[in-house]
Each structure stands twice: as C-alpha cells, then as structure tokens.
C-alpha cells in the first residue's frame, strides 16, 4: 500500500468519525438530558412530561395514534386501487388524473391549508381528526400513488392473467393475487405515511383548534409557546425523546425500505 | 365516467357470447371497454381526493384572496384590496427580506455540506454503513421535535454548547443563542436545519453520484484527467439532473421555513427572523384576516410554480 493512499485512508476515517459523532450527539444528549435529574438520573421528567399543568396527557397520544393510523390506512387504501389503476389499466383521463396526482408536490402545505381549513369547516370537518388526517392522506398521495404504480406495473402481466383464466374476478385478483407481490411497496408507502403523521406540526397547528384534539406534537410543542418566561427544558426533551423513539426504531428495523423508498419517489417525483 | 362509450358506438352492446363466431375486433373492444370503467372505478378514490382536497382548496384561495374573508361571519369582495396591501405590509416586506436572505444562506451551505457528505460515504469501504447511517438518522425525528431538541442544546439553562464554548474561552458570560441577537437566531436555525436535511439531501446526490457508470471515470483515468478535472467535467455535468433537484428542493424548503422559526426562534428578536408562512399564520389567525392571508398565500405559491417549471425544464433538457 502505497503512503498517499495510507493518508487518504486515515483521513476518511477521522473526517468520518468526527461527522458521525457531530450528527449523532443532539441524539444521544437529548435522551442523557431527558434522564439527567438534579440529584442524578431517573424518570422524573418523564413524569413530569406526563402530569405537569402544559404537559401531555394520554388523550393526545391516542389523539396522534388515532391520526397516524387514519393516515395509513387511508393512504394505503386510495394508493393500492390508485396505483392498480394507473399501473394496469388505460381509461379515459387517466394521464390527467396522474398528473394532477403529481402536482400537489408543486403546490406546498402552507400554501392551500388556508383554503383547507374553511374548506373542512364547510363540510363540518373542522377541528377534526378525521378530517386532518383526509388532508394528510391528501399530501401523502404524490409520493404513494408512484409508488404504487410503478409496484404494480412491476408485477409480470402474465400473473395477474393466470388467475383471471383460473377464474378470479378483478377483485379478488387484486386481493390474492396482486397485493402480496406488491409488498414492498405497501410497507415503504406505509412506513412513510406513519413517519409524515406521527410528526407532522404545521397542518394540525392551523386544522385543529381545541386542546382537546392536539396531536402529541402540538401538546409539545405547546408546553414551550404557552410558558411565559421559564421553560421546563427537562421535560421539554422528554417530550422530544417520547416522540421520537417509535420513529427512530421503525427506522432502525426498516432502514432499506425508507431509504429505497425516498429516493425512487423523490428523483422522479 | 360516463365519457367512457366511443362515439361510434352508441349504446353499449350485450357482451358477446364466447362460443359464437364474432369477428375478434368488436369482442375485444367491448372487453376493453369494460376493463377501462374497471380501471376508472379503481381510480375513483383517488380522483375524488384529489379533487375535494386539492383542486376545491386551489382555486378557493384564490377565491379567498378576493374577499374581505374575516375567521368567522360573512366574506365580501374586496376586489385588489389584499393584494395592494401586500405592498404596505411593513412585516411582509421584512419577511420577504428575510426569507430571500435565508434561502440564499440556507441552499448555499447546505448543497455544500451534503454533496461533501455524498462525497465522502460515495465509495464501499469498511464503516461506510455506519457513517450514511449516522447522517441519515436525524431524518427519522420529526421536524417540530428537532426543532424542540435544539431549542434545549442551545438554552443556557439545560444546554451544553455555551458551557463548552466559554471553557474554550470562545464567549463569556451568558449568551441567548435563540433569541440574543439576529445573527446568532438566524445560525442556529440554520445549524438544525443543517443537522436535520444534510443525510436527506446526501442520500439523494448518492444516488445521482451513483448511476456514473464506473467505465466514464476509467475513461477519464485512462485520458489523464486529474481527480479535480474529473470532478469538474464528468461528475458535475452528469449529475446535473440530480443537482437541479436537491436545489430546487432546498429552495422550495426554505421559501417555506415555517417550524424552525416558530419553535426555535419565535421570529425573533423583534421580527428580524419572521419568515413568509410565519407572517401568512399570523394574518389567518391572530389576526383574523383570511382573505389577506390568501393573497400572500397565492403570492407565495406563484413564485413557487416559477420555481418548479424552471426545474423541470432542466431536467427535461438531459432526458
């Protein structure tokens, strides 16, 4: 081994640890810092994350859980008969539909959630968890119909055509035939569609007003907005912790299929 | 649906019998036919989302925008009256300000820092699993919740990083790094935004970095090229398309900058780090002007759709 490519070594692995140490210590502290007590460590903070005055209550997790799971499992739903239709069969203004599909990566959150919500308060929707997981179902689509499409289309013709000579009809074909080959797909739309919700803060903060109907996240981050003056950091970093723990161990075990996932709809998209 | 029928047609026949001898034409064009009403029944879920909660919110901001549109009683048209007063808008004009100033900040150093990160975990070696690991992690936190994470890093009371920097002799004394001064409000918003979107944004240019076929650079090798005119002339024109997107991505991020301040910062000290969706938040609902917060919406969103088709012509260009 030559000395230029000893160095060049040595120095990709010091620049590296150096990085990696840099991207992971917020990680590490924020959960030393959740633990750190004033006497030593414990579950203080977490308790009172759990009962101070500005906390969280179990109502708002089952309120974020309640969001999360509406999201993924309207999003898997509008994304399988979307993504077999645009996959599979041509109808009239089905290139329209997939390019309007499309568009609403081009047209940001911020911008429409104005109109969402006195859209949602037209149709009795407002305040509701209902109707913001609809809308983040909505904003999940351009990614998950591609997706789904492009799994779908994957799918050998010949497949799908064995079964409807063995005498499935259309649906059953898709149910027994088409979703497990599909797969993949589901669990990274899936897998994305959970992540975005369960963490998501601008469009609960404009769609949901009461206190009541806050997502974990809104009841965190009220605990800095509605403290006039002293933050209670400790419990501040609980909070952080709590949420972020579910998403950092889905992503532990599901790494491949969220990063397969991100790349292939976001160079395309 | 109903514009499925060719107009040749007329009326949709019974389906052919199978064991009848029909010319093959017609019997596949009705099987056609049937399977597009089949498909356009699976997309029926998704046309209707994309109508009621896209197409619907559209064009009713724009709607809005016409009106004197006030949280609760009745709209009245106000025809130009919001826009016009975009332009007196003293907190919009410093937002805009503001958030032009971020943008150009913000996409600079953060295309720097994840093409260097691509850059540096490009090649298989040992470790390198670990170190695109450790870039990407930050991702899997929610924004709101990295943007609370920060908040404590940086406080002096919880925070180890004032700590650290007066033992170093950098600062002394007691230093707000959210809120003390412009400069260091608007940096430290920047450094989690860094922290959060540098493993995001790498992993997109890996995969750009990673389509070269290996035989271009053997090429290059193999020509005399040194590792920088290999960088400037093969690597930076092949991943054009790649870099329009990250960039296009970044900008589009940043003209939107909306957690980060609200959370770290507070827009503040006195506005000076209010960004454009903060000032549309705060026309809606503190102070309860939706018409007015509909025409910086549709400003904002023009600009956007700039953005993109100027995007999208780069990359149709190459393909």
Redesign the interface.
Known sequence: MTRSSLTSRWSYYITGTALAILFLSPLLWSGWASLRTGTGFGLENYDRLFTSDNGIRVHHVVNSLTVSALTVAGTLLVATLGGYAFGRFRFPGRDLLFLLTLAILMVPYATILIALYVLLGWIGLQDSLIGLSLVLIMFQLPFSIFMMRNSFEAVPRELEESAQVDGCNSVSTLLRIMLPAVKPGLVTVGLFAFLTSWSEFFAPLILLNSTDQFTTTLAVVNMRTASHGSIDYAALEAGVVFMAVPCLLLFAFMQRSYVRGFTSGALKG | MS??TPPRSGKARPLPAPEAPRPPRRFRRSA?RS?????????????V??G???????V??GW?SLHK?PLLGAPTMNMPDNYTRIADNELVESAVWFTVKYTVLMTVLLFAVAFG?AL??QQR?R?VG??R?????????????AS??????L?D????ISDLLRKLGVIDGYVSWTSGSSESALGSAMVLVL?RF???NM??LL??LQAIPLEVYEAARIDGASRWQTFRRVTIPLMRP?IA?VLT?MI?GSL?A??QFW?LT?GGPDNSTTSL?MV??RE??IRLD?GS??AI??A??AV??VF?VIQLGVLRRRS
């Open positions: 514009t499925l056609a399977r597009a009403a089949l498909g356009a029944l699976y997309a029926t879920p998704t046309a989302m994309v009621l909660f896209f197409l619907v919110p559209l009713l901001v809005m549109w990160l540096l975990v070696r470790g670990f170190l690991t450790a870039f990407l992690l930050p991702m899997a936190v929610g924004f709101a919740s609370l994470l920060f908040l404590g890093l406080s009371e919880i925070g180890p922290w540098a493993g995001f992993l997109i995969t750009g790649t997107l991505m589009t939107l909306f957690d959370i507070r969706v549309i938040y809606a609902f939706l917060a509909a919406s549709v904002l969103l956007l759709v993109n």
